[in-house]
């Protein structure tokens, strides 16, 4: 264990020399090497996750600068709620990205901002019940047949969007890709665990030869200045496409805290609701600016498994290069001008990846799809949010996410509770009973 700590977690006791890190050691939350080491360790946790951060508000059309201020700020707010014992970089979360892209076409950009904030504050709502009651009325509702299908529909219901990116330009979408999957495989370093960034790096330069970047904005803009802040606007009509993104950041949250607990050791059970709460207040934080919702990295924690160097420490380096870097105009304008077909093979692999993540939630839980309550939830869950089904109510329009989301929960749930009076298929939710063997 790591000791008595600091107010905050803003103290921490040198791991051995503060040179090296034994076979049979980790350098746990509340300790540090020398701090040459730590900020060279931030500087890694950075690049790992520039890559996903700014991909977000590229595809969302959100100010990149701004995003990665309030990405900046959310983790230092994470770490000082979670009191230093989770380490964890907050970016950009995927989850957004669909929601963001509706409400903007269909309203504005305030007023979808103004979903993020609700997002962030049901968020830390949920989980002051999980600090105050603990998790397990969560995973009952939230079962992983349900949140499997929900983060499934959530990447490929963008599937349509990577498509119309792709081919403004196929050739430098293809590059794209193609970098993307020979990184992945290509080397046993960092350098595989960041193959998205390598990817579109390629695939800019290939749109530079083929004269597809413009340059415009970037040079009439400075060196140095603030990110540019939009206020929220809200309206009921987008609350149904942002509360199914709530399920899928609660579901990365605790499986992050729980991922930090197995590799360190440390009993974080305890501080599951302060992570909930800290990552909640950094999306509305972020949502009240102009920024996009936040989630824990699992990018970053590859590279702490990578090192075996889980402190804290380098987490408030990474965060302090995050804001210097939001700081200049020029930067930002500069990501700003990664073109279409980069995106669209950024994304036909990214949210391909991000409805995967849903079928890998199947398959470590060994949910059986031979049950057909869990069948039927995932076929009709996954074709109403593919599909983009709408249903609108008033003022209020629900999209395929947010319906997938409800067809997923109320299918399960409701066929759960007729299945306990008739009791024609097993119970999902039990291990099944393995039938006797006839010794006659």
């Known amino acids: 264990m790591s000791g008595a700590r600091a107010p905050f977690g803003l103290g921490w006791t040198l791991h051995g020399d503060g040179r090296t890190v034994r076979p049979d050691e980790v350098v746990l939350p509340g300790e540090r090497l020398s701090w040459g080491r730590t900020i060279g360790l931030g500087a890694q946790h950075?690049?790992?996750?520039?890559?996903?951060?700014?991909l977000v508000p590229l595809l969302t059309d959100l100010p990149p600068a701004t995003t990665l201020f309030f990405s900046g700020v959310g983790t230092m707010l994470f770490l000082l709620i979670t009191a230093g014992r989770v380490p964890s970089y907050l970016g950009s979360s995927f989850a957004f990205i669909a929601p963001l892209t509706a409400a903007t076409k269909s309203h504005d950009l305030p007023t979808a901002l103004g979903g993020v904030v609700l997002a962030g504050l049901t968020l830390a709502a949920l989980g002051v019940l999980v600090?105050?009651?603990g998790d397990r009325w969560l995973r009952a509702v939230m079962p992983p047949m349900v949140t499997g299908a929900i983060v499934a529909l959530i990447g490929l219901n963008l599937a349509p969007s990577a498509k119309d990116n792709f081919m403004a330009s196929p050739v430098t979408g293809l590059v794209t890709v193609v970098v993307i999957l020979f990184v992945t495989v290509a080397t046993r370093t960092l350098l595989s665990r960041i193959a998205i960034l390598v990817g579109v790096a390629a695939g800019y330069v290939t749109a530079l030869v083929r004269g597809e970047v413009d340059f415009a904005q970037v040079e009439a803009v400075g060196w140095v200045g603030l990110p540019s802040f939009t206020a929220p606007h809200f309206d009921v009509a987008v609350i149904g496409l942002f509360i199914p993104v709530v399920?899928?950041?609660?579901?990365?949250?605790?499986?992050?805290?729980?991922s930090v607990a197995s590799m360190t050791g440390e009993d974080l059970d305890p501080v599951t609701g302060r992570a909930l709460?800290?990552?909640g207040l950094?999306?509305?934080?972020?949502?009240?600016g102009g920024?996009?919702?936040t989630t824990t990295y699992a990018e970053n924690i590859g590279v702490m498994a990578a090192t075996r160097v889980y402190s804290t420490a380098a987490y408030w380096v990474a965060a302090l290069v995050a804001l210097l870097l939001s700081f200049s105009p020029k930067f930002g304008e500069a990501i700003a001008t990664v073109p279409q077909g980069v995106l669209g093979g950024a994304g036909t692999v990214l949210y391909g990846m991000i409805?995967?993540?849903?079928?890998?939630i199947w398959i470590e839980a060994r949910v059986d799809f031979g049950n057909p309550i869990n069948l039927m939830t995932g076929a009709v869950a996954l074709i109403i949010g593919i599909a983009d089904y709408t249903w609108t109510i008033g003022d209020l329009q629900f999209a395929g996410i947010a319906l997938g989301t409800g067809a997923a929960l109320v299918a399960f749930h409701l066929m759960r509770a007729l299945n306990l009076i008739t009791h024609a298929v097993p119970d999902p939710l039990r291990p099944a009973v393995a039938p006797e063997r006839d010794h006659a």
């Open 46 to 54: 950075v690049v790992a996750m520039f890559g996903a951060t700014f």
């Open 131 to 133: 600090q105050l009651a």
């Open 247 to 258: 399920l899928v950041l609660v579901a990365e949250n605790v499986g992050h805290v729980r």
């Open 277 to 279: 709460i800290a990552d």
């Open 282 to 288: 950094a999306t509305t934080l972020a949502g009240s």
């Open 291 to 293: 920024g996009s919702g």
């Open 355 to 360: 409805g995967l993540l849903g079928a890998k």
